[in-house]
């Protein structure tokens, strides 16, 4: 579960004047659904999914993420979570098994845990393979399988995707949107954020419509459609910015 | 702060930072192998040098030979690292463009009727032109200089024999000079100048690629949002961090230490001038307790401050050029050792760098002043804990961990 209260992030640029990134922002998410941002580029979307995941504080408002304050006791809230953002980079030097490993150990997990955990993973992602190589030497749908096995070594109940497709080929595109459809189906609490309105149609029981901070609209993608009475998202979206 | 996590960080970014092949060239190949190559190299060159200036003899040209008294121009020829060539006296231009050309090495010229002038014992003035920019023609003229001196000191004891007066009254006292110094303490004020500035600097180049890959390359890569998600905290990831970029530049600095003491101890040629002070050089217990005291805090110190400079860095690149310029600062006092008349004092003690180059100056020469290094020793380690806090606070900044 997830729920934001008047989430709001101000930023500085380098003449200090301010820049409201998120602006009083509140919407909820419920285990087993995919909660999906869309937006364009600089809408806001990482900042409030950073908040979400701790990297960054709210400057006012909060989000309780699976009953945890992100404000009061962050470090909680990451015991919840798994991330994963178009941004992630992997661990060059060390092969997708030490690199799980390694987070796994950071979540506290026994060694135990942790091998009997990769080889489930591992097996699900047909990982098996290249557990051992170096992920300098992987290809980029490898690289991929490895960035979402480290996000779920702890089996998080909530999940936050950034712009997980971004950048990404057909193929390694596939196996993210069916990882997220996983996880919901597993009963995780999901969000994620796109700029792709296909892929939000596709993917998410509940889209928030998020534009220069604020939250324009929420619903179904149905409910969308039918509150402008558009017959495709990316005309609903214009209608519902005013632009 | 939890210590397991903490070591959990440390021991991956260890695996990680071994498995790099930029770290490991500073960490052991130029210990290793470039400090021995770098050892021999120079002794090589200083033997070279000095047999090079021996076989190449200085050329002197006198002008007016015909006026100089034998006993004189014997004591010139004599010497056998000039020449002696005679010229004309209308070719003095000449000459003179040629010792400017570095061709010769001094123009000696004899007044007309100088040998006159000594038998009648009236005053008499012989001008030696030399090229003071050249250390062959220095010492070409100094030679000269002796032989002349010489010739004068016959003068004066044939004039005063012919007074009827003895001439050990010329000589009234004589001057010895020992030199007190042992071998090892020859060899500190040789090289001890140099070594303290050679392990200074590969402690901070150990340092050096570790601490940019492990903060401005776990941003390039975008592994550090997954790190600062995790359970744990910015305090954790700085020391487990932190700790290894210690390691780094520690272990680079005592390798360098004993790869320079086996290689002074075995690869000098014995019969090198001056090499027998330069084997004199050992790296006994208590230096190598003097070296741990000191490059200790150092490592810590650049750790901290290369960290810090590291996190705020855009990119590897932007962190590598910061660090260039950061070398600098390490290599101006780290140059003090080099200095003469620098000496270790309590306003020398405050200041970080500088004191452990003079400290491992004195511990080459074996001559170690523990109150120093016991003062330099807090100094350093404060400003090591004032770096690592600045560190931490820079890694809880939301502007300077996201400034992408």
């Known amino acids: 579960m997830i729920r934001t209260q008047g989430l709001t992030k101000i930023f500085h640029d380098n003449r200090g004047n301010e820049i409201r990134a998120v602006d009083d922002i509140s919407f909820s998410s419920e285990p087993g659904l995919v909660y999906g941002l869309l937006g364009p580029n600089g809408a806001g979307k990482t900042t409030t999914l950073r908040i979400l995941s ?6 006012s408002g909060t989000a309780l993420v699976n009953g945890v304050d992100v404000t009061t006791d962050p470090q909680k809230v990451r015991m919840q979570i798994g991330f994963l953002s178009w941004t992630t ?155 | 702060m939890n210590l397991s996590r903490i ?66 121009l014997r004591l010139l020829e004599e010497n056998k690292e000039t020449t002696i060539r005679s010229v004309e006296a209308a070719r003095l231009n000449e000459m003179l463009d040629s010792l400017r050309m570095g061709t010769i090495q001094a123009v000696v010229s004899i007044p007309e009727m100088f040998d006159k002038s000594i038998q009648q014992e009236a005053g008499s003035s012989i001008e030696i032109h030399v090229d003071r920019a050249e250390v062959k023609s220095k010492v070409a003229v100094s030679r000269v200089q002796e032989a002349l001196s010489e010739f004068r000191d016959e003068v004066i004891a044939a004039r005063l024999s012919e007074r009827g007066i003895p001439g050990d009254i010329l000589t009234p ?77 520690l272990v680079t600095a005592l390798l360098s230490i004993g790869s320079l003491g086996v290689s002074l101890g075995y690869l000098v040629d014995a019969s090198t001038p001056g090499a027998e002070n330069l084997m004199s050089v050992r790296f006994d217990v208590s230096s190598v307790i003097v070296a741990l005291l000191t490059l200790l805090p150092l490592a810590g110190l650049f750790a901290g401050v290369l960290i810090s400079v590291s996190v705020f860095a855009r990119s590897f690149k932007e962190a590598q050029s910061y660090v260039t310029a950061l070398n600098m600062v390490v290599i101006l006092p780290a140059f003090v050792s080099m200095l003469p008349g620098v000496d270790p004092n309590y306003l020398t003690a405050l200041i970080p760098v500088v004191n452990a180059s003079l400290i491992l100056r004195d511990a080459v020469a074996g001559t170690t002043e523990w109150s120093y290094v016991a003062l330099a020793l807090i100094v350093n380690s404060a400003c090591a804990g004032l770096a690592l806090m600045f560190a931490t606070a820079w890694f809880r900044k939301e502007s300077i961990v996201f400034r992408t």
């Open chain 1, 89 to 243: 980079g992997l661990y060059g030097r060390l092969s997708p098994r030490e690199m799980v490993t390694y987070f796994g150990r950071l979540y506290g997990m026994t060694k135990d845990q942790i091998d009997r955990r990769i080889d489930e993973i591992f097996d699900m992602l047909d990982m098996k393979q290249f557990a051992g190589t170096r992920n300098d030497n992987l290809s980029t749908g490898m690289k991929q399988k490895a960035s979402i096995a480290r996000s779920v070594v702890h089996d998080p109940p909530v999940m936050i995707f950034d712009e997980p497709t971004t950048g990404l080929d057909v193929m390694s595109s596939r196996t993210i949107v069916k990882f997220i459809r996983h996880c919901a189906d597993q009963g995780k609490t999901v969000i994620f954020s796109t700029h792709t309105m296909s892929e939000a149609v596709r993917l998410c029981d509940q889209i928030g419509i998020i534009h220069r901070g604020r939250l324009y609209a929420e619903g179904t993608p149905n409910d969308l459609l039918n509150k402008t009475g558009m017959n495709n998202l990316e005309d609903a979206f214009v209608k519902i910015v005013g632009e």
């Open chain 1, 54 to 59: 701790t990297a960054l504080r709210p400057t």
């Open chain 2, 7 to 72: 070591s959990v960080i440390f021991y991956k970014e260890l695996i990680d930072t071994l498995r790099d092949r930029r770290t490991l060239i500073f960490m052991l190949l130029v210990p290793i192998v470039a400090i021995p190559l770098l050892i021999i190299g120079m002794t090589a060159l200083v033997v070279s040098q000095l047999s090079g200036l021996e076989a190449e003899r200085a050329e002197i040209v006198l002008v007016g030979k015909e006026y100089l008294p034998q006993a004189a």
């Open chain 2, 173 to 249: 006292f004589e001057v010895n000079v020992t030199n007190v110094a042992t071998p090892r303490k020859m060899a500190g004020s040789e090289f001890g100048a140099f070594l303290p500035y050679l392990i200074i600097i590969m402690c901070f180049m150990g340092a050096m690629y570790p601490a940019i890959d492990l903060a401005a390359g776990e941003k390039e890569r975008g592994t550090l949002e997954t790190l600062l998600v995790s359970p744990a905290t910015r305090e954790e990831i700085v020391l487990g961090k932190y700790l290894v970029i210690v390691v780094a530049g």
